[in-house]
């Protein structure tokens, strides 16, 4: 008699995702303070944690945490040697805390330099909450809702030009459609700029730096920038060209005559003034204006770009996508676990921080009060105990849960979570739709891609390749 077969136990969603076990955080009194033991510090040399850091995050965070658990001090370039944290309880006393007592550290980052101390992103207090008021309301979920046929046009458009049976890297041609999206949100035009016109210098004068950006000696330019206000050499060089078709741009719709019935971003930023009836100034404007189309276009652009790389890897959720959409059979629901699932396993900023104006308590550790806090989104994201088989691509983990707030953070939290998090979404969920009607599509390779890191992002070193074997209308 042949053995009766004994079929697999089915996999359930719930044993996908489980919890951390509790841990005390948040402000405490110099008495406590005295009675926790410091953080355990990574015995390297500052400069050499700086580069394993800078040229291989993953391998240099995952070993410090085998090596000294889920909390440890890092010397680098960051003033006091940043206490990583990847608990989500640490997490949400972070996100919670009154800012005041927890300021983000995007105002000391290298971005600043570049986006100017007074953006919603590098700015710091009072000034933060104002600038985050003001461009709320049009980065709200129901505002986005009217760019989806935008963003599915400019999908398609670009599906269109891809080759056929032959390799390219998704992450310039995702930042093509994001770039088209972002510029349209802010600028209040539909698809390319026309010709000749300031948006048009401007959208070209971005492609080129970011391209630039990409280049080896960027990440020295970045280094060089940490803990500066003022860019120097290339980066001056290179802002300089931004800056001329961005002011171009202020003063071409400062004039423009249909000001007030302007819904874009730019218009309603033109328009808009404090409790005290004080408007932004130019220079503000192009503060403003150049964080969201920087921190707005290519984040997004990476995300897709790793979603890809990801599925093209994965057989059985790549299937389980595809059979969905084109059945249109659960299609919402996959499309938003299968972004949910890309962005844990692959966030594409994967490291946020706050300094701590009081002594703060991590679980068994004790931070003084002005230390830095860096909370590692990669490590909480790979948590066995939060979601076993960290390592696996499984959108099957979220087919019947919400991801939770201190758990799932590739968009950050609290009063600085990201303001672009609504659009990011509508976004990946229009464009791995229509592609996933619209494409076949095979890895170039078998091995995964490697994480690269550019500024802040961590991005697949190879762009994300794949070739098209078949395009449907
Ligand atoms: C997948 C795409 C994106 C990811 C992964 C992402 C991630 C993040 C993260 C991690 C932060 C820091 C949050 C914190 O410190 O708690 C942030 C902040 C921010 N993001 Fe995004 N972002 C994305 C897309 C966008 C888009 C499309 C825009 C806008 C146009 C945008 C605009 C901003 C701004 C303005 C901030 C600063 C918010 C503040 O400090 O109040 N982002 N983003």
Known sequence: MPPTAIAPEPVLASDLVGAAPPSPAGPIDAAELATLTPAPTIPLPPLAQTLRFSQRQIEFMFRARREHGEVFRMRGTIPGGPVITSHPDHV?????????????LTGESPLRPILGPNSVLTAVGA????????????????????????????????????????????????????????????FGIEGKPAPGSPEAGLRRTVKRLVAASTRP????TELIHIGREEPIGLLRFGLAMLDRPTYAVIAARRRAADLEERRDILSLLLQATTEDGEALSDKEMRDELLTLVLAG???????????????????????ALLAAVRDDVGAEQRIEATIVEAMRSRPVIPIIGRRVTVPWRLGEYGVPAGAPISMSILLVHHREDLYPDPFAFRPERWLDRKPGTYEWIPFGGGIRRCLGAAL?????????????????????????ERARHRNVTMIPERGGRVVVRARRD
Request: hydrophobic share 40%; aromatic share 6%.
């Open 424 to 448: 990011a979404m509508a976004e990946q969920r229009v464009v791995l739709t229509t592609m996933a009607r619209r494409l076949d599509l095979e890895a170039d390779r078998p091995e995964p």
């Open 217 to 220: 000696d960027a990440q020295l």
């Open 297 to 319: 276009h290519e984040t997004t652009a990476n995300s897709l770009s790793w979603a890809w790389e990801r599925l093209v890897r994965s057989p059985d959720a790549h299937e």
């Open 127 to 186: 000034r933060h909450m104002r600038q985050r008021k003001l461009l709320l309301p049009p980065f709200h979920g129901e505002a986005i809702e009217r760019y989806t046929e935008m963003i599915s046009e400019a999908a398609e458009r670009e599906i269109d030009t891809w080759p056929l049976n032959e390799p390219f890297a998704l992450a310039p041609r995702m930042q093509a459609i994001t770039l088209d999206v972002i510029m349209a949100g802010i």
């Open 92 to 104: 949400r006393s972070l996100f919670t805390a009154n800012p005041e007592l927890a300021p983000s």
